[in-house]
């Protein structure tokens, strides 16, 4: 028995990164995953590797009119969710002297306005019972220089996760986040560039000696998103090689 058999699961922003790891995982796992981005090229490669575990839909989490077409998928599909996983995000350079409100603006939408609102959507189609895993990060609890936006953000996101939780005990429904570290994807890449000596940094910071995978990260999202954290609600589970701890 797999720990996502027969189970139905929507990720945001699973076609890349650390949502691309979610989505293998699950699927490994049995689940079908309802995968989302906005990018069309990337969701007919991910629909083309899984073509009967993964329905992929074009779709902006920070867009609230977007997530109709999930909630479409959804109901095509013609079962509870059990998961949703709300990845999507992310966040550029922004510092308290010079950030400007639309800047502000998007770091926010693209964290805490498309966690909130894929939730929202998809709430009347959850299975009572079901898991709600929010991705957040290290910086949601520092205060890293160049990111002030960004790290407010994601604190945002870790008390969404108390909210829902409080708010849909009575459905049983349980939400929970998951806060990486520094995890292999794209973006980390292109902020390393050729500087190994930024890379020993980072490695040097985390007391495992590696920068995660999304492999990693995947993990405990398939925990938090699995019977086997039913006990554990409105928690967050750091993934970061001990890197906060020190
Ligand atoms: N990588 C890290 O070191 C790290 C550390 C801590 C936390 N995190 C968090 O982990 C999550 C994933 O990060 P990542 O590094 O894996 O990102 P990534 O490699 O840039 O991948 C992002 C994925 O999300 C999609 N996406 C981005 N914005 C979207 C939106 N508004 N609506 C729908 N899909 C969207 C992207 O596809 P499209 O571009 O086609 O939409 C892509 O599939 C984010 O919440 C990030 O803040 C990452």
Known sequence: MKALDGRL????????GIGRGIVDRFVT??????????????GEEIAKAYPL???????????????????????ALGRP??????????????L????????FDAVIAANVKSAF????????????????VLIGSIAGSNGGVGAVVYNA????????????????????????VVSPGPTQTAGFDAFIGDDKARLDGVIAAMPVGRVSQ??????????????QSRQIAGAELVIDGGMSQI
């Open 9 to 16: 699961a929507v990720v945001t922003g699973g076609t890349r």
């Open 96 to 103: 308290v002297a010079s950030s400007t409100e639309a800047e």
């Open 81 to 94: 969710v059990d998961v949703v996983v709300a990845n999507a995000g992310g966040g550029g350079s922004t």
């Open 153 to 176: 953000a994601k604190a945002a996101v870790r008390s969404l996760a108390r909210s829902f939780t409080a708010e849909l005990a009575p459905r049983g429904i349980r939400a929970n």
């Open 29 to 42: 796992e049995g689940a079908h995953v309802v995968v989302t981005a906005r990018t069309a090229a990337s």
């Open 117 to 132: 609102f894929t939730v929202q959507a998809l709430l009347p189609y959850m299975r009572d019972g079901g898991s709600i």
């Open 53 to 75: 575990a993964v329905t992929y839909v074009a779709a902006d989490a920070a867009r609230p009119a977007e997530l109709e077409a999930v909630v479409q998928a959804v109901k």
């Open 214 to 227: 999304p492999s990693d990260v995947a993990a405990a999202v398939l925990f938090m998103a699995s019977d």
